[in-house]
């Protein structure tokens, strides 16, 4: 264990706290510390690049999530132990998501996730709440698109399922992650690039984003284009006090299902045929 860490602490609004720690265990292999209206990284290593991605995250969100960062050298503890030893396996709908230390379940369908990527591996309300919409619409067979993938959890889900699967995400190291994530649970995807839905080729019986309400209403034309007559779309990452930006934006498709975990809200809608 080196003398010294780095510390890089993140202060910003409280309501983004969640979204932005996922954000941050999708580039950062190690722990962080959560507080209200704070996330605190640790690591033996420089931060700086850690944030650079805020910085370039913040840019392309165009500013509506303001932070103020804060790089420190500090004496070192044995914090990674201190924060595996706090990460639990989850129950979500179908699946089982356990830290490689923990020995899978038979009844459910296990996904494995190590514990640097905790807030992409269920533990966060609206990865949880997407795990169970796909838990309740997702076939063995259909074609899924996961956009915004992240750690890769939910394409991981579906695959699972026996669908054929596609994933994208506008962050290189997310992509990495998930190419990971796919290759620790022995599973392969179909495709999977760096960027987003306007990139792809076809269109999907199910289509997936759990991002923030901002993207989902910017992109909304490209999502309800990708998703076939019939189809379903699982929007998530939506806080309630932002839940009309996304309804008004898809208010041609039919509401099938809308969850309410922690503030955040999951909606399901079906895209009817001439809808």
Known sequence: MNKIYHELTVTLNDDFVDFIADFITNIYDEGLELGKGKIIVRSESDLTFVKDALVSLA?????????????EEKENVDWIKTYQDSIQPIEAGKFYIFPSWYEPKEDLINIKIDPALA????????????LEAIS???????SVIDVGCGSGILGLACKKLSANVELCDTDPLS?????????????????LWEGSIDKAEGTYDVVIANIIADVLRFIAKDLKAACKEDGLLILS??????????????????????TLKDEWVTLVYKKEVNG
Not at 119 to 130: L, P, V
Not at 175 to 181: F, H
Not at 247 to 257: G, Y
């Open 59 to 71: 840019d392309t969100l165009g500013d509506s999530i303001q932070m103020e960062y804060s790089l």
């Open 119 to 130: 807030f992409g591996s269920g533990h966060h309300a609206t990865t949880f709440s997407c």
């Open 136 to 142: 309740t619409y997702v076939n063995a067979g259909q």
């Open 175 to 191: 992509v990495e992650s998930c190419k990971e994530n796919f290759e620790l649970n022995e599973e392969n995807y179909d495709k």
């Open 237 to 258: 990452g939506i806080l309630d006090k932002k839940e009309n930006l996304v309804v008004e934006s898809f208010k041609e498709l039919t509401l099938e299902q809308r």
